[in-house]
């Protein structure tokens, strides 16, 4: 059988793909997908998950909030948690704008809170876990600024 020109270099670059691995022969995870066309917007892309997964009743919403004081409710997300520092790890903030991967919010979603001396269960609690690409996308708006757009 005869294999086309174009199916060998795509057999060749799945092979080095494997070897550039960690060493297990696994290829390195793919990269997160691309931010929607003009970047991610906290008022529709970013808020609605907070809405729908963060801002339950006896979670992140009303008067006295789990966090504490973190109230992730339309119009508050961002007072309560962009450059304000997490009540469990005091030298992260909450949200580092620029920064995803030092953000104590990402940490959370992540569920490696006790890598950082950080408690608790990963967010949502008693729920169940954000999915990579929505994570991804929070992680986007972060590493873009965190802007209240």
Not at 74 to 99: A, F, H, K, M, Y
Not at 107 to 115: E, F, P, V
């Amino acid at each position: 059988m005869r294999v086309g020109r174009a199916m060998a270099i795509g057999i060749a670059v799945a092979l080095l793909g494997c070897l550039a691995g960690d060493g297990t022969g696994m290829a390195p995870p793919p990269p997160p997908p691309p931010p929607p066309p003009g970047g991610v917007s906290f008022a529709a892309d970013i808020q609605p998950i907070f809405t729908a997964s963060c801002a339950l009743t006896n979670c992140h919403v009303g008067p006295n909030p789990a966090g504490p004081g973190l109230n992730l409710s339309e119009g508050q997300t961002r007072s309560t948690t962009v450059d304000i520092p997490s009540s469990q790890v005091t030298r992260l903030l909450l949200i580092e704008p620029g920064n995803a991967d030092s953000s104590y919010l990402i940490i959370k979603l992540d569920g490696n809170q006790s890598t950082v001396g950080g408690f608790g269960g990963t967010m949502p609690i008693n729920a169940n876990p954000l999915d990579q690409a929505t994570i991804d996308l929070i992680r986007a708006w972060i590493d873009a600024g965190a802007e209240d757009n």
